[in-house]
């Protein structure tokens, strides 16, 4: 048996309405070309994930430091209003002209919304 899913499919507009979107972002792809001996990556907007509306939440937030070095790391929680199998962990997520790695696409199983955990990473 099925479980009913947590937002029903008809209420995702309405939530949406209602502000529960608040945030829109966009999946990117990379294209590789290689430049001499070192390979440059090229981010370009993926046809039908762009400007997608969600919601955002921080997840966790890590600091690490070296002698020479110090880099903070932020996981996010993105809540996606709608359902996208298209997504995958290759791809980066760009909100407010952020850009997180994309670690991990959940898929909702009434296939309603798609969930996503992303990584910031700062130098």
């Not at 309405?17 to 440059?40: I, K, L, N, S, W």
């Not at 199998?85 to 199983?109: C, F, H, K, P």
Request: charged letters at 20%; a negative charge; one cysteine or more.
């Amino acid at each position: 048996m099925i479980s009913p899913p947590i937002i029903h499919p008809s209420l995702l507009g309405e939530l949406a309405a209602a502000g529960h979107f608040p945030d829109t972002g966009t999946v990117q792809a990379a294209a590789r070309a290689r430049v001499g001996y070192e390979v440059a990556l090229t981010w370009a907007d993926v046809a039908g994930l762009v400007d997608l509306e969600c919601a955002q939440s921080p997840m966790s937030a890590d600091e690490r430091r070296s002698e020479d070095h110090t880099y903070s790391e932020a996981t996010h929680k993105v809540l996606l209003a709608g359902y996208y199998t298209g997504i995958t962990t290759d791809m980066r997520w760009v909100s407010g002209g952020v850009n997180y790695d994309i670690l991990a696409v959940e898929y909702e199983q009434q296939d309603t919304y798609t969930r996503m955990r992303v990584r910031l990473v700062t130098n």
